[in-house]
């Protein structure tokens, strides 16, 4: 009877180990567009397909997470152009999300669309999950998302807690030999994979970095404990911002941060009092002053 029970742990265990659930949660679609000339559409459903495998059964940590911990998100790829039967350009659109503790509200933490985007494809050929030997550019595009996905959202659970993810990230762009991949990874393109990379990681834009923890996990997560606490984090999260946006001006990852945070924001402080409301105002569109239309809205209460 002892040996029975010992291997019904055993049984058990392994089964719990199997419930563990991968870091990424995914919904992946592949669009062609209708101006297609030298491919059947069809063969998309299998990318599709792929791609959706790749990223969300790969294990891309040594972490352990629950299937409700798991990051999601959606990738979006429209196929602009097809130069032969198996080149392609396309468009990507990814957007990450996180859950925001205490309550059933989710928040969005990345929201980049990568344009022109050149790579070669032939059905059911495999996707390479390798960051140190380039391969082929779909491949390291898609890896470098991963992993700027899961260094992003590190960042706002601990203080620049996603650093050696974005260091791999790092590490693909710069292992993508000289011309390959168009301009998306070229250091002298303001918005290229290599550059925003880069300038997330130069220690000037530390700050941008500390906003992230300081806007979700000192911010949103604590909103439903005492709200004007979690504002004034996300305050001061602006406020980094906005010190490394007066620093480098332009700066791409200033950029991304806004881009998924904007409207966001606004809802959040719209609701605020008349001097937080001015306060607010006052940074966003010093930061971001080409959707001042966006921010207007803060003072139509």
Same mark, same amino acid.
């Given at each position: 009877m002892k040996m029975v029970r010992i291997n019904l742990s055993i049984i058990i265990l392994f089964m719990g180990l199997n419930l563990v &659930? !991968? @870091? %990424? /949660?995914?919904? $992946? =679609? $592949?669009i062609a567009s209708p101006s297609l000339s030298q491919v059947d559409p069809k063969i998309f459903n299998s %990318? @599709?397909?792929q791609i959706e495998e790749f990223i969300n059964n790969t294990k891309w940590t040594d972490d352990e997470f629950e299937e409700e911990e798991r990051i999601k998100g959606n990738l979006q790829i429209t196929i602009t152009e097809d130069i032969s039967p198996t080149s392609f350009v396309a468009d990507i659109l990814i957007q990450s999300i996180r859950p925001v503790f205490n309550s059933d509200y989710s928040t969005q933490v990345?929201?980049?669309k990568d344009e022109g985007i050149p790579f070669t494809y032939v059905q059911l050929q495999p996707l390479e999950n390798n960051v140190n030997d380039y391969k082929d550019n779909l491949s390291s595009v898609l890896l470098f998302y991963v992993y700027y996905v899961l260094g992003v959202d590190y960042d706002t659970f601990s203080p620049m807690g996603g650093e050696r993810f974005l260091q791999m990230a790092r590490n693909i762009a710069s292992i993508v +030999? +000289?011309?390959?991949g168009g301009n998306g990874w070229s250091i002298s393109v303001r918005d290229s994979r290599t550059t925003i990379i880069e300038t997330l990681l130069n220690p000037r834009s530390r700050r941008v970095r500390e906003a992230y923890y300081y806007y979700h996990r000192l911010g949103l997560d604590e909103a439903s404990g005492d709200l004007g606490k979690a504002k004034a984090s996300m305050v001061s999260a602006i406020k980094d911002v906005q010190a490394v946006n &007066?620093? &480098?001006p332009n700066s791409m990852a200033v950029q991304m941060f806004m881009d998924a945070k904007r409207k966001e924001i606004v809802e959040i402080f719209k609701q605020s009092d008349t001097r937080q409301i001015s306060q607010?105002? /006052?940074m966003l569109? @010093?930061? /971001? +002053?080409? !959707? &001042? =239309? $966006?921010?207007n809205e803060l003072r139509q209460k």
């Amino acid at each position: 009877m002892k040996m029975v029970r010992i291997n019904l742990s055993i049984i058990i265990l392994f089964m719990g180990l199997n419930l563990v &659930a !991968q @870091e %990424l /949660d995914f919904n $992946v =679609k $592949v669009i062609a567009s209708p101006s297609l000339s030298q491919v059947d559409p069809k063969i998309f459903n299998s %990318l @599709e397909g792929q791609i959706e495998e790749f990223i969300n059964n790969t294990k891309w940590t040594d972490d352990e997470f629950e299937e409700e911990e798991r990051i999601k998100g959606n990738l979006q790829i429209t196929i602009t152009e097809d130069i032969s039967p198996t080149s392609f350009v396309a468009d990507i659109l990814i957007q990450s999300i996180r859950p925001v503790f205490n309550s059933d509200y989710s928040t969005q933490v990345i929201n980049y669309k990568d344009e022109g985007i050149p790579f070669t494809y032939v059905q059911l050929q495999p996707l390479e999950n390798n960051v140190n030997d380039y391969k082929d550019n779909l491949s390291s595009v898609l890896l470098f998302y991963v992993y700027y996905v899961l260094g992003v959202d590190y960042d706002t659970f601990s203080p620049m807690g996603g650093e050696r993810f974005l260091q791999m990230a790092r590490n693909i762009a710069s292992i993508v +030999p +000289p011309g390959s991949g168009g301009n998306g990874w070229s250091i002298s393109v303001r918005d290229s994979r290599t550059t925003i990379i880069e300038t997330l990681l130069n220690p000037r834009s530390r700050r941008v970095r500390e906003a992230y923890y300081y806007y979700h996990r000192l911010g949103l997560d604590e909103a439903s404990g005492d709200l004007g606490k979690a504002k004034a984090s996300m305050v001061s999260a602006i406020k980094d911002v906005q010190a490394v946006n &007066a620093a &480098a001006p332009n700066s791409m990852a200033v950029q991304m941060f806004m881009d998924a945070k904007r409207k966001e924001i606004v809802e959040i402080f719209k609701q605020s009092d008349t001097r937080q409301i001015s306060q607010m105002y /006052d940074m966003l569109t @010093e930061i /971001d +002053p080409s !959707q &001042a =239309k $966006v921010y207007n809205e803060l003072r139509q209460k």
